[in-house]
């Protein structure tokens, strides 16, 4: 997401852009945009805000932070699991299906027990991987993590170790990089992931984010759902105010 389109021309600020989110939500009628996905419109909203509005303020770097909104796919408890290509967020339950894929996450047939979570970056030539506590151990990151070109990272598919995936995680965080096919470049993200005990599925990918410049990225807590309007009516009069409960 960037402060200006492709012609040069200035995008609106985080402060334009609000009035505009809550007239889709007043014309929106109930049977057209239910209290849910308000709700989820407005937290990934925020969290684009929390992202790129000290960018905006500032005109720094951080603009070219991108990310895919909400998401939440559900990855197949199979061998092959999901492919999904971060640029340009196609998704697979094959190779094949999705060109230029950068992350894999699967159930391996063959662990003990089987169906053990495991990552799988791609061919070699992507340079995917990653960000790792030690040796091939997947790390759990959290909201202030940076992820860039001096964290630790591995490309270890079924012999990484996930267990702190495995063991259940909600809303947790998996440092990575990737190369960017639009530019060639390695980039650096995070991938946002629900677990379950024991082995780690069912398995949902909420969103992810990275920074298509190659500097280093650091994790932004996605606002959570627990967002509520006051004066809110049910059928779409705009809400008298916001307000976020921890």
């Given at each position: 997401?960037?402060?200006?389109?492709?012609?040069?021309?200035?995008?609106?600020?985080?402060?334009?852009?609000?009035?505009a989110l809550l007239l889709v939500l007043r014309t929106r009628t109930s049977h057209d945009l239910d209290m849910h996905a308000r709700k989820r419109?407005?937290?990934?909203?925020?969290?684009?805000?929390?992202?790129?509005?000290?960018?905006l303020a500032t005109g720094t770097a951080a603009a070219a932070v991108v990310c895919s909104g909400a998401v939440d796919?559900?990855?197949?408890?199979?061998?092959?699991?999901?492919?999904?290509?971060?640029?340009?967020?196609?998704?697979?339950?094959?190779?094949?299906?999705?060109?230029?894929?950068?992350?894999?996450?699967?159930?391996?047939?063959?662990?003990?027990?089987?169906?053990?979570?495991?990552?799988?970056?791609?061919?070699?030539?992507?340079?995917?991987?990653?960000?790792?506590?030690?040796?091939?151990?997947?790390?759990?990151?959290?909201?202030?993590?940076?992820?860039?070109?001096?964290?630790?990272?591995?490309?270890?598919?079924?012999?990484?170790?996930?267990?702190?995936?495995?063991?259940?995680?909600?809303?947790?965080?998996?440092?990575?990089?990737?190369?960017?096919?639009?530019?060639?470049?390695?980039?650096?993200?995070?991938?946002?992931?629900?677990?379950?005990?024991?082995?780690?599925?069912?398995?949902?990918?909420?969103?992810?984010?990275?920074?298509?410049?190659?500097?280093?990225?650091?994790?932004?807590?996605?606002?959570?759902?627990?967002?509520?309007?006051?004066?809110?009516?049910?059928?779409?009069?705009?809400?008298?105010?916001?307000?976020?409960?921890?």
């Amino acid at each position: 997401m960037r402060d200006q389109d492709e012609y040069g021309q200035d995008r609106p600020g985080i402060g334009q852009c609000i009035p505009a989110l809550l007239l889709v939500l007043r014309t929106r009628t109930s049977h057209d945009l239910d209290m849910h996905a308000r709700k989820r419109m407005i937290q990934r909203f925020l969290h684009t805000a929390l992202v790129i509005g000290p960018a905006l303020a500032t005109g720094t770097a951080a603009a070219a932070v991108v990310c895919s909104g909400a998401v939440d796919l559900i990855v197949p408890e199979t061998a092959e699991g999901l492919y999904v290509n971060l640029v340009d967020g196609v998704s697979g339950g094959s190779a094949g299906q999705v060109p230029g894929f950068d992350f894999d996450p699967y159930a391996a047939q063959s662990s003990t027990p089987a169906g053990q979570l495991k990552f799988y970056w791609g061919p070699s030539s992507n340079g995917g991987a990653g960000v790792v506590s030690s040796g091939d151990t997947y790390a759990l990151l959290h909201p202030g993590d940076a992820i860039g070109a001096t964290s630790s990272f591995s490309r270890a598919a079924f012999s990484g170790d996930t267990s702190a995936w495995q063991a259940g995680v909600t809303a947790g965080y998996l440092g990575a990089r990737f190369t960017n096919e639009s530019n060639g470049e390695i980039n650096y993200g995070w991938l946002h992931l629900t677990t379950t005990a024991p082995l780690g599925f069912p398995l949902t990918l909420l969103d992810w984010c990275y920074d298509d410049s190659g500097a280093t990225i650091t994790i932004v807590a996605t606002v959570d759902d627990e967002i509520f309007f006051d004066g809110y009516d049910g059928v779409g009069t705009r809400p008298a105010s916001i307000r976020l409960e921890p």
